[in-house]
């Protein structure tokens, strides 16, 4: 079983739609959970983190962690063109290295 | 706002030479890393660096790998004889150490060195 697990997408929604990123975890030792966006041939940039269960709100960014299910969600609302990335979910253990899921492709249609 | 920069951009080698990538971290963060992330792949971690040592490393850092703090502020990634397979996107990051009660010690990404192998 891997370690973390991200349906790769692609994913096409149009602008203005809400939508859910999500990704399946293994270990239970993980505790902190992170959302990274990455635009074509450049870094991950940080956008979300979560340590506990329970939701988190950033503007149109909401990130959900289910610890008992070993399951976490990036909701996007009111898609922009701008937000069409790859959404990496990543998460890591207290003091440890950050592993990454493979990412999913979103695209958001004008 | 302060960035991590890596140099160079883009290098073609061929197959056997030695490629040192470059970093320059957040001056004021204490923990270092390389990731590589294949063409279509995800990003994978290869090694993690603070206090002058590697505190831990992947299957794929093997002996052909090093990395290197050479002064205060560059961080180097060497590979010795490189294989078409090393063909990647390089990922430098660095942080500050985790804190509970203010930061999850985030990593800052630089924007990558893409080396292709020939």
């Known amino acids: 079983q891997k370690e973390v697990e991200q349906d790769p997408g692609p994913l096409s929604v149009p602008e203005g739609a809400i939508v859910s990123l999500n990704c399946t975890y293994s270990n239970s030792a993980f505790q902190y959970f992170m959302w990274y966006r990455q635009y074509s041939r450049k870094g991950p940039e940080l956008l979300m983190y979560?340590?506990?269960?329970g939701n988190k709100e950033d503007g149109r960014f909401t990130a959900q962690v289910d610890k008992s299910s070993k399951y976490i969600s990036l909701f996007i609302r009111d898609s922009q063109p701008s937000d069409s990335a790859t959404y990496l979910c990543a998460m890591k253990t207290s003091y440890d290295k950050v592993i990454f899921g493979p990412g999913t492709s979103l695209s958001v249609i004008p | 706002e302060p960035e991590v920069t890596q140099t160079p951009s883009h290098q073609v080698t061929q197959m056997g030479q030695e490629v040192i990538l470059r970093c320059v971290p957040i001056?004021?963060?204490?923990?270092f890393y390389w990731y590589r992330q294949i063409l279509g792949q995800k990003v994978e971690f290869l090694v993690s660096?603070?206090?002058?040592?590697?505190?831990?490393k992947s299957e794929i850092f093997d002996d052909q790998f090093s990395v290197e703090r050479p002064d205060g502020s560059n961080f180097t990634l060497k590979i010795r004889s490189t294989k078409l397979e090393d063909s990647a996107m390089y990922f430098c990051?660095?942080?500050?150490?985790?804190?509970?009660?203010?930061?999850?010690?985030?990593?800052?990404f630089g924007e990558g060195s893409r080396l292709t192998v020939l």
């Open positions: 001056s004021n963060h204490l923990y």
């Open positions: 990051a660095s942080s500050d150490p985790p804190r509970w009660d203010t930061n999850t010690g985030e990593l800052f």
């Open positions: 660096f603070y206090n002058n040592e590697i505190s831990e």
């Open positions: 979560t340590y506990s269960s």
